[in-house]
């Protein structure tokens, strides 16, 4: 006996009825905390900016974000656990252009692909770098300082807080851009560098506005120039490189917000919008810019164009300037 065949209307009112019920799961999103991994051990720049970004966006988001620090080699083992991380919108990464274009440049066999791995969610804010000298060194300003290199060539170094990091490589696009060369004395941390600053065995060296701003405030140290494309709020009397004689320079530190690669429509839609609305909001950005930060909300095709613009400079800085990872 053959099976009767199935009743084309019974069929169409059962699917009719799954519809919304589907509907509801995929809306569902988020229905538990979110966690936030931050590459960097607690207290450093991004710690600050992924502490209040993310608390903005659970309220948003109706969910908690929950901080997770996986410090450790340069940003790699935070951004590679994420990499490997189901792509449930439950598992974020906020990390710097070193996870993006810096490491990538310095090793080709990564872990993670700076590309490939993430989904870019959106960039929250820049970290402004700057030029900073002992206060003793008879220099003010960026051209003085290039005077008084081509005058006494082996007499001037600069430190930065590591070697690798996006000071060391803001420092070797500005002396290329600028027509000089000064040897690098890398530090491990942003602390010694500036301890061997105030004290005299380095003249120059180039830290974040946030690092710098109480010793210079203090007059232990004094400011040569920002090196990103526009003045440090913070600093509003300190001249951008590209004010001080080379326009279009711009070399400084981002951080944006990602997702392991292949997030659901669904969730991405909705991460981007919390983002968009955290960073709009007029708390957040007056809470980053009291840290030293500076507010910069770009979309994910714009972090994603920046990856892509950025990563073959900062490949061509390495391999001119032999920047190896330490």
Same mark, same amino acid.
């Given at each position: 006996?053959?099976?009767?065949?199935?009743?084309?209307?019974?069929?169409?009112?059962?699917?009719?009825?799954?519809?919304?019920?589907?509907?509801?799961?995929?809306?569902?999103?988020?229905?538990?905390?979110?966690?936030?991994?931050?590459?960097?051990?607690?207290?450093?720049?991004?710690?600050?900016?992924?502490?209040?970004?993310?608390?903005?966006?659970?309220?948003?988001?109706?969910?908690?974000?929950?901080?997770?620090?996986?410090?450790?080699?340069?940003?790699?083992?935070?951004?590679?656990?994420?990499?490997?991380?189901?792509?449930?919108?439950?598992?974020?990464?906020?990390?710097?252009?070193?996870?993006?274009?810096?490491?990538?440049?310095?090793?080709?066999?990564?872990?993670?692909?700076?590309?490939?791995?993430?989904?870019?969610?959106?960039?929250?804010?820049?970290?402004?770098?700057?030029?900073?000298?002992?206060?003793?060194?008879?220099?003010?300003?960026?051209?003085?300082?290039?005077?008084?290199?081509?005058?006494?060539?082996?007499?001037?170094?600069?430190?930065?807080?590591?070697?690798?990091?996006?000071?060391?490589?803001?420092?070797?696009?500005?002396?290329?851009?600028?027509?000089?060369?000064?040897?690098?004395?890398?530090? *491990?941390?942003? @602390?010694? +560098?500036? #301890?061997?600053?105030?004290?005299?065995?380095?003249?120059?060296?180039?830290? /974040? $506005? !946030?690092?710098?701003?109480?010793?210079?405030?203090?007059? *232990?140290?004094? @400011?040569? +120039?920002? #090196?990103?494309?526009?003045?440090?709020?913070?600093?509003?009397?300190?001249? /951008? $490189? !590209?004010?001080?004689?080379?326009?279009?320079?711009?070399?400084?530190?981002?951080?944006?917000?990602?997702?392991?690669?292949?997030?659901?429509?669904?969730?991405?839609?909705?991460?981007?919008? !919390?983002?968009?609305?955290?960073?709009?909001?007029?708390?957040?950005?007056?809470?980053?810019?009291?840290?030293?930060?500076?507010?910069?909300?770009?979309?994910?095709?714009?972090?994603?164009?920046?990856?892509?613009?950025?990563?073959?400079?900062?490949?061509?800085?390495?391999?001119?300037?032999?920047?190896?990872?330490?």
């Amino acid at each position: 006996m053959k099976p009767n065949p199935p009743n084309l209307a019974v069929l169409t009112a059962a699917l009719l009825c799954l519809a919304p019920w589907q509907d509801a799961l995929a809306q569902s999103y988020p229905s538990k905390p979110i966690q936030l991994v931050i590459p960097f051990p607690p207290g450093g720049a991004t710690d600050i900016v992924g502490r209040l970004v993310g608390k903005k966006m659970g309220e948003r988001l109706g969910q908690p974000v929950v901080i997770e620090n996986k410090g450790g080699a340069g940003t790699i083992v935070g951004a590679t656990y994420v990499a490997n991380a189901a792509a449930d919108g439950y598992t974020l990464l906020i990390s710097s252009g070193s996870t993006f274009t810096v490491n990538p440049a310095l090793n080709s066999k990564l872990p993670y692909d700076p590309v490939k791995s993430f989904e870019p969610l959106g960039m929250v804010a820049r970290v402004p770098l700057i030029l900073i000298a002992n206060r003793d060194v008879p220099v003010n300003n960026l051209k003085q300082l290039i005077a008084s290199v081509h005058s006494t060539p082996d007499k001037y170094v600069y430190g930065s807080f590591g070697a690798g990091t996006t000071g060391h490589f803001a420092g070797e696009l500005m002396w290329n851009a600028v027509g000089v060369k000064l040897m690098h004395i890398p530090y *491990k941390g942003s @602390a010694p +560098a500036m #301890t061997d600053l105030i004290g005299g065995q380095i003249p120059f060296t180039i830290d /974040t $506005v !946030a690092a710098s701003l109480p010793q210079l405030k203090t007059g *232990k140290i004094k @400011a040569i +120039a920002v #090196t990103g494309a526009t003045r440090a709020t913070q600093l509003p009397e300190v001249p /951008t $490189v !590209a004010e001080s004689g080379f326009p279009g320079f711009s070399a400084d530190s981002w951080l944006a917000v990602v997702a392991p690669r292949g997030l659901a429509s669904e969730a991405k839609a909705k991460l981007q919008k !919390a983002l968009a609305e955290t960073m709009a909001d007029a708390e957040i950005r007056d809470k980053l810019i009291a840290n030293g930060l500076q507010p910069a909300y770009e979309t994910a095709a714009a972090v994603a164009a920046r990856i892509d613009d950025e990563l073959p400079r900062m490949r061509a800085v390495a391999q001119r300037a032999n920047i190896r990872m330490e």
